[in-house]
């Protein structure tokens, strides 16, 4: 069974970091794409960053170019998201998610909560 | 980028009756290597993350029940509940995966009436 956990999320002030980490299981993990995307409270979804199965290549939304850098681990089948500068607008549960070979998200995690606030 | 614009924002719709939701792209989503469609179709329960229901603007995902279709092609797309059940009450969102960034509509909120 397919599962991705999100972790390292919590209560940050405006220009601190974080480092979310999603562990995934019951897939080969190196096989696939892997992405980020975030939802504000109450709000809809905005795809953050991708990254190919290798780590060489990866995207990135405008508005978090240059703060938060995107990585995976494919012998801990792990993927992280280095998040810098952080700023109120980045408050959102952060989903990581399956890229299916058709480029959609085929499995989500449950789910970690980043809170900007001082 | 990509702008996907949903309609309505939130519509209710009684049991059994069909439910449409529209989307539309900003700039054709048609991939002219494989004539298919880059359109996606999620549905988020309260509390949960999303999940995938149709991909490439028709094809259900494995496991998603029949009374979920989509349809349209180029920049207008539709998904369609035939027979709206209460399990049903989410909010939906269209996807892009033509070019990054991957864009979402900003999603359409159905409810029982």
């Known amino acids: 069974e397919v599962e991705l956990v999100e972790s390292g999320g919590g209560l940050v002030q405006p220009g601190g970091s974080l480092r979310l980490s999603c562990a995934a299981s019951g897939f080969s993990f190196s096989t696939y794409w892997m992405t980020w995307v975030r939802q504000a409270p109450g709000k809809g979804l905005e795809w953050v960053a991708n990254i190919r199965q290798d780590g060489n290549e990866k995207k990135y939304v405008d508005s978090v170019k240059g703060r938060f850098t995107i990585s995976r681990d494919n012998a801990q089948n792990s993927l992280y998201l280095q998040l810098n500068s952080l700023i109120a607008a980045d408050t959102a549960i952060y989903y990581c998610?399956?890229?299916?070979?058709?480029?959609?998200?085929?499995?989500w995690g449950q789910g970690t909560l980043v809170t900007v606030s001082s | 980028d990509i702008v996907m614009t949903q309609s309505p924002d939130s519509l209710a719709v009684s049991l059994g009756e069909r439910a449409t939701i529209n989307c539309k792209s900003s700039q054709s989503v048609l991939y002219s290597s494989n004539n298919k469609n880059q359109l996606a179709w999620y549905q988020q329960r309260p509390g949960q993350p999303p999940k995938l229901l149709i991909y490439?603007?028709?094809t259900r995902q494995s496991g998603v029940p029949d009374r979920f279709s989509g349809s349209g092609s180029g920049t207008d797309f539709t998904l369609t509940i035939s027979s709206l059940q209460a399990e049903d009450v989410a909010v939906y969102y269209c996807?892009?995966?033509?070019?990054?960034?991957?864009?979402f509509g900003q999603g359409t909120k159905l409810d029982i009436k």
């Open positions: 998610a399956r890229t299916s070979s058709i480029t959609c998200y085929d499995y």
């Open positions: 490439w603007a028709s």
């Open positions: 996807q892009q995966y033509y070019s990054a960034p991957y864009t």
